[in-house]
């Protein structure tokens, strides 16, 4: 057997039997899916690599590449774009998280048949504006008011999208009673004793957790699949109706909460987190600027789980749809900003590099032809793992 097949199988051992094949499925479509898929491949041979130069640490995401910026409606009801995806977050060198995102823009803009000479020139950008960001000392946030091009059309198409759209596409309507729909491929029937369990736990969260919507109630659950390196993880979906005001609904997301990928690699003290899934939000609430609607923690049947609104409006930009290489500049200018704004917004706090540090950093710039080579010596590697996995997997 390979080393690759070997990593890739002990890796996802843990997840469920039944959901590997699809995740395998879901990597298979191209380079760029295979990367999002195998974070866990990503740091590990970064650590076994030469060493980037020196860097402060930092409040990471921990798997940030061009799909994992999107937007979200935060608590306050107000659309932002930013940072979206905190389950491999983790205290690191700041340089894991750009080393991370400008891999993903020369795997990316391959796949989307940009030449290289764009990609280069966009991993320069990005690199340019994170640094000019963190040499500022001043966090930004994007939302309808302050946004540009491409990303305010974004952001004002999603500030317009409304749950009407989003439960006739995940719902049914049967005996004059409104279900999550199993038509759905994303949707899975969840056996009986396990969905009457979910629903009364969701019940239970709703009535005592500070975080929950009052006045409402779960009146339908499913298995839900989503993402591509969370493939596998125990996910459902509820559809909750409200106790006081007809006609209202509202979907919420609980994902499983698994340790981050990242940390049999990088040798930094973490936080002692009460759960997993309490170092997803802990980091997030400190990383974006407001936090997402309804966020919060749970623990089913011993699993630590995450719990948020599935929002109409919560979308990442579809890439391969943008042509134009002026929106694509904003779009990368845009991603820079908000990697160093959400470094800044978080530093300082329990181990990440001050401030004054990180300002440091950002002045620097001697580092970033270090991260843009080896983002794309490892672009070339992800290929070849690419390569061999569907010869492996599919081919073998």
């Not at 002990?10 to 898929?37: C, D, H, I, S, T």
């Not at 999550?180 to 629903?199: A, G, I, N, V, W």
């Not at 802990?282 to 049947?301: D, E, K, P």
């Amino acid at each position: 057997m390979s080393d690759l097949y070997n990593r890739l199988t002990a890796f996802n051992a843990a997840l469920l039997p039944e959901k590997v094949q699809l995740k395998y499925e879901a990597m298979a479509e191209n380079p760029f899916r295979f990367f999002r898929g195998t974070c866990h491949l990503f740091y590990q041979d970064l650590a076994a690599a030469k060493p980037l130069p020196l860097s402060p640490l930092a409040w990471i995401c921990g798997d940030l590449h061009i799909e994992n910026f999107g937007s979200y409606k935060g608590d306050n009801k107000l659309v932002y774009f930013d940072l979206n995806d905190f389950d491999e977050a983790v205290l690191a060198p700041a340089s894991y998280e750009v080393v991370r995102m400008v891999t993903s823009i020369f795997i990316a803009f391959e796949h989307l048949k940009f030449e290289p000479a764009k990609a280069i020139k966009m991993a320069q950008l990005y690199l340019k504006t994170y640094s000019t960001t963190l040499a500022r000392g001043k966090a930004i946030s994007i939302e309808p008011r302050t946004a540009k091009g491409i990303v305010c059309d974004f952001l004002n198409s999603a500030t317009k999208s409304g749950y009407k759209e989003l439960l006739k596409k995940r719902t049914v309507s049967k005996k004059k009673t409104i279900m999550l729909s199993l038509e759905d491929e994303r949707h899975f029937k969840l056996d009986k004793k396990l969905r009457h369990e979910l629903k009364a736990h969701i019940n239970e969260w709703v009535k005592t957790s500070n975080d929950g919507p009052y006045n409402y109630e779960a009146i339908s659950a499913v298995f839900r699949l989503a993402g591509t390196g969370s493939i596998g993880v125990k996910r459902y979906l509820f559809l909750l109706k409200s106790t006081n005001t007809r006609s209202r609904y509202l979907l919420l997301d609980m994902k499983q909460a698994r340790p981050s990928s990242l940390l049999p690699y990088i040798h930094v003290q973490q936080l002692q987190w009460e759960s997993e899934a309490s170092r997803v939000i802990g980091v997030q609430q400190r990383m974006q600027n407001v936090s997402a609607a309804l966020l919060s923690t749970t623990v089913f049947r011993g699993d630590s789980f995450i719990i948020q609104e599935l929002q109409p409006v919560k979308d990442t930009i579809k890439f391969k749809l943008l042509k134009d290489y002026r929106d694509m500049y904003q779009v990368i200018d845009d991603m820079g900003a908000l990697t160093g704004s959400a470094q800044l917004r978080s530093g300082g706090m329990q181990g990440s590099g001050t401030i004054d540090e990180l300002m440091a950093f950002g002045n620097d710039q001697s580092w970033q032809e270090a991260v843009i080579d080896y983002a794309s010596a490892y672009a070339e590697k992800t290929k070849k793992y690419y390569k061999e996995f569907l010869k492996r997997f599919y081919l073998g």
